[in-house]
């Protein structure tokens, strides 16, 4: 992956975290909801495992996790690291809109 590309990623990953993270917060009134659901969202995108085989044959399924974990680039790394900074960014976000006195939020 080109320098270009890695940093237009992570910017777009941050971004669309950020925004999804908002949106959960204010319709949840759950601040830190995303930064609890990010990772399996991005284990999700790291494995190409059903969710359900981590109940129903899950030796197999959290070696291969294991497996994809290790293999994984710097540059994936950086862009999925990106998107959490993008969910935690949301969640400081709404706790300083609400100290500040907005209740919608």
């Known amino acids: 992956m ?11 990953f ?4 950020f925004g999804i993270g908002f949106i959960a917060n204010m319709l949840l009134r759950m601040t830190w ?7 399996v ?3 999700s995108m790291i494995d190409r495992i059903a969710f359900s085989r981590y109940f129903t044959d899950p030796g ?4 291969q996790l294991g497996e994809h974990l290790s293999s994984i680039h710097l540059s994936d790394a950086l862009v999925l690291s990106s998107g959490l900074a993008g969910a935690l960014l949301a969640g400081v976000a709404i ?11």
Do not use: D, E, H, Q
């Open 2 to 12: 080109s320098i270009p590309v890695l940093i237009i990623s992570m910017v777009l």
């Open 14 to 17: 941050l971004v669309l975290f």
């Open 33 to 39: 909801i995303l930064c609890f659901i990010y990772p």
């Open 41 to 43: 969202i991005a284990l």
């Open 60 to 63: 197999t399924a959290f070696r």
């Open 95 to 105: 706790k300083a809109l609400r100290k500040n006195g907005y209740r919608m939020f």
